[in-house]
């Protein structure tokens, strides 16, 4: 019997088993054949963290993940959820002036999320949310001089 093995192919599940040949040109460029077919492909991008493959054959890309029995216990013990920063304030990274601010209370404000525009050295910096949370009050408005350290956006 034939070993199995279980991938992601853009998004679905499948088993796949041996009967495929790959002949490797280089790093990057394979051949791949299946049942007496020849299929031209190419290794697009590398994401190894994540076990991720992004595949052109014949001209149509994929994303191929492999799937190992690991994944299945990480992901019934519930440690594959990405915790989320919750926000509680907002404070001047450095002493500048506010050139604007996109929110206002009762906003609700998700992981990279533009806050306020801050000039500093002639600079233009756009701070953005490293978490989640809904604005309760905005300390600053625009035009005001702020210093280093100082509460801009308090959050619920």
Known sequence: MAEEKKFIVDGLEIESRSGADILWKSRDFFELIY?????????VKR?????????KL???????QK??????LIA????????VKQLKELE??????????????????????????LEAMKMENILK???EGIVKSVAIKKEEVVDKGQLLIEFE
């Not at 014949?58 to 191929?64: A, D, G, L, P, T």
């Open 67 to 72: 799937k190992f029995e690991l994944d299945a």
């Open 35 to 43: 049942k007496g077919q020849s299929f031209k492909g190419e290794i």
């Open 47 to 55: 994401d190894i963290e994540n076990k991720k493959l992004t595949l």
């Open 92 to 117: 001047s990274p450095m002493p500048g002036r506010i050139l604007s601010v996109q929110v206002k209370a009762g906003d609700h404000v998700k992981v990279g999320d533009p806050i306020l525009s």
């Open 76 to 83: 019934k013990l519930g440690l594959d959820k990405v915790k």
């Open 129 to 131: 949310s490293d978490g």
């Open 58 to 64: 014949n001209h149509r890309v994929f994303e191929i």
